[in-house]
């Protein structure tokens, strides 16, 4: 190890900035301690003592002392980069005030956004509702997209967000449109006079972009979240939002979105209803009908229902004459006598739960891990049987990977084994676009869809795959686009989820008829 | 009325997905990405502890009335005491430290050796082995500086006849202490205590405390406040910069000191002692900063910290409406530069009662007013001003009275709300002196480190549980 050292005469900086030169020195290549100091006996002293000072020096304290140990070769260089960087003037700093620092708490981001007043939360839920908690806290109105929020936070919280007369949509509400604004998974739709409250968020996009695609418009889609109305939880959202589309002088029709209600939940929801004020569709999927039609309040059965009767009395005509119409499917002559069941692979858990519903009613049993009646239960929810609709975006499925509308490896997996099942007639799909969802969905399933037909067409059998898209003209993904796509691939195309079930169903059963015969 | 949000443009604040911020912006709305990360280092039941305090009118209403107080405190300088006579419940074999309470045998070299060098000014033992073993056998009683409304820069050693400074806090009458600065290199703060540091301990105690004392008698008393706005003006922080304040405390003093008839011999050594020592006013701002802080302990509800201190092993923090509870992590080591010949590895962790200028919103909340000070991690004097507008995100408020020129003289941010701090991460920034972690060899630099975080969740837990819902 040797030394080096270099006096500079009559060149003055104070100690703070002789450290900082020291700590600079010291990463020069080949140094492994440096020192720049004025040279006082003192200060001399200190090198000496350190080792860093081994040659005798001449210096007062009016100069400095560069003193540097290392590899005897590099000294001399780093000894002259010590000299240049000691001359060179210091760099021009920024003026003025703080460059300032992102927010990192909502708190802290109502600082920079003094007219905050909504919080979009999207964090694991075990930190989900204390951030909500907070929002309201401040006075904000909160989106809770996380879920795996306990129920018996969502009951403190609402209750809390009541109390302030703030609303919180969620948790695991994944879709909603305020002021014209999507959130989350939500559709570009035409602004319009149709207000929708819903505890599913692909119910709210299926209403949503239908009322888009007949002409319709959306004054606000508020989404409650899956429980709220669960008897616990009384439905607090939903009321409050059904109140705020009642007064909202924009609003001329109401749509109410969800599984159905506790009775009493249900009572009180009517109840508001009917006090709207205004027209207001139901559609309590799986409810009877008759138990919800009352006065200003119409029962529609299906998404598609609700979105045509919202259209219907926009425009001021009749719901009841509104009901869409179905395009037949052309059965083809390809399938084999084995082929009979439908296999429904859904990413929106609303559409699954509502073709199951449809299915039912038509085929008898249809299994799905989020059946209807819990006979229906499918115990291994990687092998369909028998009639099956799955709901691929289930925690069974999505545990460890992303969402099916933003993922499409596992239902293109499972759409490759379902048409190598010789007993698969139909294949049954959803395609969700708009903002959160896939760029380009068509772009991931046409392939897999080719290669299906093929390997099918290999093991000499047909194969239907019907679908529909759940989107807008408006939405980044472009819905004509994505359906010409898919309409070139083959797939059969509804415009809604309800046509899509009855085509598949037309199919299974003129397939099981023909297969009953022989 | 929720329907209020459909007359008013939506702005969003968004805590989670960065695309969902995207989207909005793209449909033409307004969002703001929140840069969120779990708080309370991920403990979710701390969180929740946490989400109940924000914007509690109970915390808020406290924090007010605690801000108050010390914003509205004004310690003078009121005379020069002897510590076992005058520091409330100062018994006659007991020693102070800095931090949070400590045993001998936990303690670090530093605050040993100026333990052991206390004993020995204090003639409790003739020698070191003696000493050492009068401090490990029991024979006398540790407590923190902090127990007795009073403050000591890095050890912090306090013992019945040192003099210590008298501040008074004229609004509320409280008081706070501390010892005398003894100036750099070998000093009992920083664990030395050979012959010459006991010297001039006793010099201290025999002439240099009864010619401040006289003279602060015939100025009747020193506003610090002033003296310490005044500074921040002339680019100390008053806490690792204490150039001008030390400079002006001798402007006022000199005068005095020349009318109190005291040998010229005396005056022209005490002289030199001051003006020699440009940490001199160190310890009058930190007894200063105790004063105004301890009128807004004790506030029951307020989530406003009242004391930051270290005792080389341990950072420890009190909090306004926790009362005498301190709420401790391990002691960081600081980021800074070094004398020549000494390297991180040489350093104790962060040690002292000194951050008690950064609970007061000076120190390294003031670091706008220091741009010098700044150097010492590399920084530029833009960095001292952020460093300053940082802070103002974790503070309760500004005070008036200490007024940054570079930030158009507004306050200096003041005040630290426990809530603020767990909820953004962000870590109390504090200015101070690098000790060796061997006794007696003193300061080998100074820099910046950050209060520990674990030291505020626990806090906001504790505080949480003080407050009833309702």
């Known amino acids: 190890m040797a030394t080096a050292a270099k006096v500079l005469r009559n060149f003055y900086r104070d100690s703070v900035s002789l450290m900082q030169l020291s700590s600079t020195f010291a990463k020069l290549p080949g140094v492994e301690q440096a020192s720049a100091v004025m040279a006082s006996p003192n200060n001399i002293r200190l090198l000496r003592d350190a080792g860093l000072l081994t040659e005798s020096v001449d210096a007062s304290a009016n100069d400095l002392l560069i003193s540097l140990q290392g590899n005897a070769g590099a000294l001399e260089s780093a000894l002259a980069a010590a000299e240049s960087a000691l001359k060179q003037p210091p760099s021009s700093s920024e003026n003025g005030l703080s460059r300032g620092i992102p927010p990192r708490s909502i708190e802290m981001g109502l600082g920079n956004m003094v007219g905050a007043n909504l919080v979009l939360i999207s964090t694991p839920g075990e930190y989900a509702a204390s951030e909500a908690f907070k929002a309201l806290s401040l006075g904000l109105n909160v989106m809770l997209f996380s879920d795996n929020v306990e129920l018996k936070d969502e009951i403190a919280l609402k209750r809390f967000a009541q109390s302030r007369d703030l609303i919180v949509m969620g948790p695991d509400c994944g879709t909603a449109i305020i002021n014209g604004i999507p959130l989350a998974f939500a559709n570009v739709v035409r602004h319009g006079v149709i207000g929708v409250v819903g505890a599913s968020g692909t119910g709210l996009q299926q209403v949503t972009c239908l009322a888009d695609r007949w002409g319709g418009g959306i004054s606000q889609a508020i989404g409650t979240g899956g429980h709220d109305l669960h008897r616990d939880v009384g439905g607090i959202s939903m009321l409050q939002g059904l109140k705020a589309l009642a007064a909202d002088p924009s609003t001329s029709v109401i749509v109410l979105i969800s599984k159905p209600p506790s009775p009493e939940v249900a009572g009180r929801v009517l109840e508001a209803a009917e006090g709207a004020g205004k027209p207001v569709v139901a559609n309590f999927l799986g409810a009877d009908p008759a138990l919800v039609r009352r006065g200003n309040v119409f029962a529609a059965t299906t998404l598609e229902d609700a979105a045509a009767a919202a259209v219907a009395l926009a425009e001021g005509r009749n719901p009841d004459d509104a009901k869409p119409k179905c395009t037949p499917i052309s059965i083809p002559s390809g399938l084999s006598p084995g082929q009979q069941y439908i296999r429904g692979l859904y990413s929106g858990g609303t559409f699954c739960y509502e073709a199951t519903l449809l299915l039912k009613k038509e085929l008898g049993q249809v299994f799905s891990n989020t059946p209807v009646d819990p006979g229906d239960r499918l115990h291994d929810v990687w092998t369909s049987r028998a009639h099956t609709v799955v709901d691929l975006g289930d925690d069974l499925f999505t545990r460890g990977r992303p969402h099916p509308m933003i993922d499409h490896r596992l239902r293109n997996e499972r759409l490759i084994k379902e048409a190598t099942d010789p007993e698969t007639a139909v294949i049954l799909l959803d395609v969700v676009l708009g903002h959160g969802s896939h760029a380009d969905p068509a772009g991931e399933i046409v392939p897999v869809v080719q290669k299906a037909r093929d390997l099918a067409g290999k093991a000499g059998r047909d194969l239907v795959i019907v679908g529909f898209v759940c989107g807008t003209a408006g939405d980044p993904q472009n819905l004509a686009r994505q359906e010409m796509a898919l309409r070139e691939a083959g797939v059969i195309l509804a415009e809604s989820n309800a046509q899509a079930v009855r085509m598949a169903t037309a199919v299974a059963v003129r397939a099981g008829a023909v297969g009953g015969r022989l | ?470």
Not at chain 2, 20 to 39: H, N
Not at chain 2, 282 to 287: E, F, I, R, W
Not at chain 2, 315 to 332: D, H, K, L, M, Q
Request: aromatic share 6%.
């Open chain 2, 1 to 470: 009325m929720i329907q209020a949000l459909f007359q008013e443009k939506l702005q969003v604040l968004n805590v989670g997905l960065s695309s969902f911020a995207d989207s909005i912006a793209m449909a033409g709305g307004s969002a703001l990405q929140i840069e969120w990360a779990p708080p309370a280092q991920g403990q979710a039941e701390v969180g929740r502890d946490l989400a109940r305090l924000i914007n509690l009118s109970a915390v808020e209403t406290a924090n007010q009335t605690a801000f108050d107080a010390y914003q509205s405190a004004q310690p003078v300088l009121r005379g020069i005491g002897i510590a076992g006579q005058v520091i409330p419940n100062m018994a006659d074999r007991m020693i102070l430290h800095s931090g949070p309470p400590i045993a001998w045998r936990d303690m670090c070299g530093p605050m040993r050796g100026a333990i052991v060098g206390a004993i020995l000014y204090e003639g409790w033992a003739e020698n070191l082995a003696k000493a050492e073993a009068m401090a490990s056998g029991g024979e006398i009683a540790f407590e923190p500086c902090h127990h007795h409304n009073a403050v000591g820069p890095m050890a912090g050693i306090i013992s019945p006849s040192m003099p210590v400074w008298m501040v008074t806090n004229t609004i509320n009458g409280n008081q706070a202490f501390s010892n005398f600065n003894e100036g750099l290199g070998k000093a009992l703060r920083f664990g030395a205590n050979g012959p010459d540091v006991i010297t001039r301990l006793k010099w201290m105690g025999q002439v240099l405390a009864p010619a401040l004392r006289t003279g602060v008698e015939l100025l009747g008393g020193m506003d610090l406040k002033p003296m310490m706005a005044q500074a921040l003006h002339m680019g100390d922080e008053v806490h690792n910069r204490n150039a001008a304040a030390s400079s002006l405390f001798l402007k006022r003093f000199i005068s005095a000191l020349l009318k109190a008839h005291i040998p010229a011999a005396d005056v022209s050594t005490v002289v030199e002692f001051i003006a020699g020592n440009d940490h001199f006013f160190l310890n009058l701002s930190m007894a200063a900063c105790k004063a105004m802080l301890d009128s807004a302990h004790g506030v029951p509800g307020s989530s406003m910290v009242t004391a930051m201190a270290r005792n080389g092993v341990e950072f420890g923090i009190r909090v306004s409406g926790t009362g005498n509870r301190w709420f401790t992590a391990e002691a960081p080591l600081v980021d800074g530069l070094f004398f020549p010949g000494y390297t991180t590895a040489d350093a104790a962790p962060d040690l002292g009662d000194s951050a008690i200028t950064e609970t007061a919103g000076v120190g390294g909340f003031a670091m706008a007013a220091s741009p010098a000070i700044v150097k010492f991690v590399g920084g530029t004097p833009q960095d001292a001003i952020d460093n300053t507008m940082t802070m103002t995100h974790i503070t309760i408020g500004r005070n008036n009275a200490f007024t940054l020129p570079s930030l158009n003289f507004a306050g200096s941010p003041a005040g630290i709300d426990i809530r603020k701090v767990v909820d953004t991460g962000i870590q109390p920034i504090i200015n101070t002196g690098i000790a060796h972690r061997e006794a007696g060899i003193g300061q080998i630099g100074a820099g910046i480190t950050r209060a520990p975080l674990a030291c505020f969740t626990q806090a906001v837990s504790a505080l949480a549980n003080t407050i009833v819902d309702g």
